[in-house]
């Protein structure tokens, strides 16, 4: 699939997927900054993309950075609707104890390319019997 990219700044790297078998491309930072431990910024890439109609973008968080950093996309997954052309931006938010420096260029979050069925709501007097029923948050036990 052919995902069109505009790069809005001299200083924005395009997404790489790093190996045949990787689900998502790396995005990247554009300009430096810093992240304080409890802080959450919008990071900018610099990168304007255009997603095909029945598509998402999903940014998801590097479980490199998560695992070692603390450092994780806060609303993950962030989407990306198929009629948004503006700047991708990832919301980034640091856990840890450490002050994190993000450098640009520097790889932040991954962006999936999903299909996403269209639906819409029919409104009904009842929904269909289920087994479960109700029972959420932790009903079906461990």
């Not at 997603?51 to 695992?67: D, E, H, K, N, Q």
């Not at 806060?74 to 009629?83: E, K």
């Amino acid at each position: 699939m052919k995902i069109d990219l505009v790069k809005n700044s001299p200083l924005a790297t395009v997404p790489q997927i790093a190996t045949e078998g990787s689900a998502g491309a790396d995005l990247c930072a554009e300009t430096a900054t810093r992240l304080y431990p409890g802080e959450t910024k919008l990071i900018k890439t610099g990168i304007n993309i255009s997603i095909p109609l029945g598509y998402a973008g999903f940014v998801c968080s590097r479980s490199g950075l998560a695992l070692k950093k603390g450092v994780f996309v806060l609303n993950a997954p962030g989407i990306i609707d198929s009629d948004y052309t503006g700047d991708v931006g990832v919301i980034l938010h640091n856990a840890g104890q450490d002050v994190f420096d993000i450098s640009s260029g520097d790889r932040i979050a991954q962006l999936l390319i999903v299909k996403c069925e269209y639906f819409w709501f029919n409104e009904v007097d009842a929904l269909q019997e289920t087994e479960r029923g109700d029972g959420g948050f932790g009903s079906t036990g461990k």
